[in-house]
Antibody
Framework: QLQLQESGPGLVKPSETLSLTCTVS??????????WGWIRQPPEKGLEWIGS???????YYNPSLKSRVTISVDTSTNQISLWLNSVTAADTAVYYC????????????WGQGTMVTVSS | QSALTQPASVSGSPGQSITISCTGT?????????VSWYQQYPGKAPKLMIY???KRSSGVSNRFSGSKSGNTASLTISGLQAEDEADYYC??????????FGGGTKLTVL
């Protein structure tokens, strides 16, 4: 069945760039029915939508993060990537990737999440 | 974009019904029938429960139901069970291919 797995450094220094990859297995990410998104959750806080990407490369970002975020898709490797620059302690969070069903307009499959701490 | 407003906590006894509200604005919840609800256990990824206001995701108990009135969406859990104790988040489409989550509600089963 479809699985999503996030990977990347667990520790990033302030002012540097956070970089994560989501590897999708069990199906191709080239389907027209889905967006692929990143959502984060700071410790003991709620969920925040970061942004989404379509298989064609079209991207959509949270306005509050847009100036610092880049999301891309690589259909040859079935991976989605997230870059967040100029990080601060406020960017410390569990980062999830998720499949967003366009018809249902909901994220129906989630990765397990990966914790990223911003600290010197 | 401000987070949708949810009560920080709700509680109920086994067998009872509870409702969690999710209040947005005329730019998000009020404009689209595209609100989804997620259940999250501690240390786990969220799980889709309800989408498009009222539709249950595959395998979700019919004890879970959704509704919307104006700028407020609601999740109702009937016949409360111990396993329902979790955090619940709403999410709404907010236009221009953007989405916004609620702040989350901790459900305690007494």
């Amino acid at each position: 069945q479809l699985q999503l797995q996030e990977s990347g450094p667990g520790l990033v220094k302030p002012s540097e760039t956070l970089s994560l990859t989501c590897t999708v297995s069990g199906d191709s990410i080239s389907g027209t029915s889905y967006y692929w998104g990143w959502i984060r959750q700071p410790p003991e806080k709620g969920l925040e939508w970061i942004g989404s990407v379509y298989y064609s490369g079209s991207t959509y970002y949270n306005p509050s993060l847009k100036s610092r975020v880049t999301i891309s898709v690589d259909t040859s490797t079935n991976q989605i990537s997230l870059w967040l620059n100029s990080v601060t302690a406020a960017d410390t969070a569990v980062y999830y990737c998720a499949r967003h069903d366009r018809a249902a307009d909901a994220s129906d499959i989630w990765g397990q999440g990966t914790m990223v701490t911003v600290s010197s | 974009q401000s987070a949708l407003t949810q009560p920080a906590s709700v509680s109920g006894s086994p067998g009872q019904s509870i409702t969690i509200s999710c209040t947005g604005t005329s730019s998000d919840v009020g404009s689209y029938n595209l609100v989804s609800w997620y259940q999250q256990y501690p240390g786990k990824a969220p799980k889709l429960m309800i989408y498009e206001i009222i539709k249950r995701s595959s395998g979700v108990s019919n004890r879970f139901s959704g509704s919307k009135s104006g700028n407020t969406a609601s999740l109702t859990i009937s016949g409360l069970q111990a396993e329902d104790e979790a955090d619940y988040y709403c999410c709404s489409y907010a236009g221009s291919n953007t989405w916004i989550f609620g702040g989350g509600t901790k459900l305690t089963v007494l």
